[in-house]
């Protein structure tokens, strides 16, 4: 199947999923509007998007919705407040009290429980990208065997001078990795035996997050022994400023974002509380590290 089967595959189920949910959602506004009729509750946009639970700006989205809550709203805005006030009882006003603060309550559980999905989310994302690289790791072992296996082959005599790759980097392999490698040599890093020491004996993430510290320090300031730096970020657990963490999501995200807009993906980016979103064609927002689990910059990179 080529690239564009692909795309075209991907983009007609985007568009069935969208028609299903777009059926589902109208039945849920339905249903909502007749429910808030029912109890004689007060019906507008942000009454029926949570009675629907769906979001406001989706409602928006469909000019007979949005005319009918309006025509709605404005009917029950012509009644006297006497009289709309006069259709609970006194009972009826204190069960509809406590269902307001327990419908606070649920609303803040809630908004913990998509923050802690958000970060869940983006943990998923960061083991997979480890997952690929093993992956990666090994293809290119095996490739490197299979060619040294040919040279043994046709040249028996230098085969007993010749020392497996597995043999000879497998200390190595077992705890460092080519990003941890790739960062040094990009740093010009020279490893003595106290820093190959403390990268062996530390979690990846440990010896990452040091190496994240002294670029931050790098870019502000001048390290004069960025080897003894390094060793004393590993040794205490140093992680970078929270700054500098951001000023790395925003530039994948600014190599993700082009890519996933030019494949119809996403159309627009902002914060909410605090959190980076994108709009996706269903016009909701949807947090950016959830994107890129189900979207990955590789991916994409593929698709184009």
Do not use: C
């Not at 040794?235 to 993700?256: A, C, M, Q, T, V």
């Amino acid at each position: 199947m080529s690239n564009d089967n692909i795309r075209q595959y991907r983009i007609d189920n985007l568009k069935q999923a969208q028609a299903a949910r777009k059926e589902d959602s109208l039945k849920r506004v339905n249903e909502a509007l007749n429910n808030l009729k029912k109890r004689r509750d007060k019906i507008n946009f942000h009454s029926v998007a949570r009675e629907a639970n769906l979001s406001v700006s989706y409602l928006y989205k469909y000019p007979e919705i949005k005319q009918r809550i309006a025509e709605i709203r404005n009917e029950q805005s012509l009644m006297p407040h006497e009289e709309f006030k006069s259709q609970l009882s006194p009972s009826g006003v204190k069960v509809q009290a406590r269902l307001k603060e327990r419908i606070k309550s649920l609303e803040k559980d809630n908004k913990e429980l998509r923050r802690k999905n958000e970060a869940l989310a983006g943990q998923v994302y960061r083991t997979h990208q480890l997952q690929e690289q093993v992956e990666r790791q090994q293809r290119t072992i095996e490739d490197l065997e299979m060619l040294l296996n040919e040279s043994e082959s046709r040249n028996p005599k230098s085969s007993s001078k010749v020392t497996p790759i597995t043999k000879k980097h497998t200390k190595k392999l077992k705890n460092s990795s080519s990003k941890i490698d790739s960062e040094l040599k990009t740093l010009k890093i020279r490893s003595n035996s106290t820093l190959s020491k403390l990268i062996d004996s530390n979690p990846e993430e440990v010896v990452l997050n040091a190496i994240s510290s002294l670029k931050e320090a790098l870019s502000n300031q001048t390290v004069k022994n960025k080897t003894g730096f390094l060793v004393k970020a590993i040794e205490n657990n140093w992680i970078p400023n929270d700054d500098y963490e951001e000023k790395l999501e925003l530039d994948f995200f600014n190599k993700w974002f082009p890519l996933a807009n030019s494949q119809g993906l996403v159309s627009a980016s902002t914060k909410l509380d605090g959190v980076l979103h994108v709009l996706n064609p269903d016009g909701e927002w949807i947090p950016f590290e959830k994107m890129i689990t189900q979207y990955p910059l590789d991916a994409l990179k593929s698709m184009t």
